[in-house]
């Protein structure tokens, strides 16, 4: 699929804001600052079309792309995770809408979840692992900034990210990406195609 295409469709705060379930997507997840913004920007070769609209606290909205023009086919990135400052009882409301997501999402053929290499399966990575698993859901992991670390030591990152999760290697693929260098968009996009070609 050409994601250089992709264009802004809509927001939705809740799943029943959501539009209509049909079609097919794939959703990006990630704790905030993992570099999820910056790797939808880089897939689809559009400095602003994922913003970093980032104010802890408030409300974060699901963003809806379509692809080539067609809303049955859709990027979706989920509000980012973990910001520090937030009131414990947001949290609560933003795992809820989340897991809701995950759970219900009839179109939803796969969740790239987004790591930053040198922090990678945080808590909260590993409790969407874990609703993605219940599905059956495939989940690819992307180690983002791997320009921040040397060849060596990134790749040691991702085999050690892959022995950790191997018991769910028939669902999960992992690979290293810099959205800086361009590393590893064309393989994100090989994954994407075969999710959401028909
Ligand atoms: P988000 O909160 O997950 O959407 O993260 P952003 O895309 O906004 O990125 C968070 C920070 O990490 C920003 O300062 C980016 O410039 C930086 N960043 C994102 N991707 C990369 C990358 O591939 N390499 C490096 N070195 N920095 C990155």
């Not at 250089?4 to 600052?33: H, K, W, Y």
């Not at 400052?85 to 053929?109: D, I, M, T």
């Not at 692992?129 to 991702?158: C, F, Q, Y």
Request: positive net charge; proline residues 5%.
């Amino acid at each position: 699929l050409n994601y250089p295409t992709a264009s802004f469709m809509t927001s939705a705060p809740t799943l029943a804001q959501c539009p209509s379930d049909i079609g097919a997507e794939v959703a990006f997840a990630g704790r905030s600052n993992a570099g999820k913004s910056s790797a939808i920007n880089a897939l689809t070769q559009q400095k602003g079309l994922a913003r970093t609209s980032r104010t802890p606290g408030r409300t974060q909205l699901i963003n809806f792309f379509s692809v080539a023009n067609d809303e049955a086919l859709r990027l979706v990135d989920l509000p980012g995770y973990g910001y520090a400052q937030v009131p414990e009882a947001v949290k609560l409301e933003w795992q809820r809408h989340l897991s809701e997501y995950l759970r219900e999402r009839f179109s939803l053929r796969g969740l790239v979840l987004l790591m930053d290499v040198r922090h990678p399966l945080t808590e909260f990575d590993q409790m969407m692992l874990g609703w993605a698993d219940k599905r059956e859901m495939p989940v690819h992991i992307l180690l983002t900034k791997s320009d921040k670390l040397k060849n060596g030591p990134a790749k040691a990152a991702l085999q050690k990210v892959r022995s950790r999760l191997h018991e769910w290697e028939d669902l999960v693929s992992i690979q290293l990406f810099s959205s800086l260098k361009r590393e590893g968009v064309d393989t994100l996009s090989q994954r994407l195609d075969q999710w959401l070609s028909p």
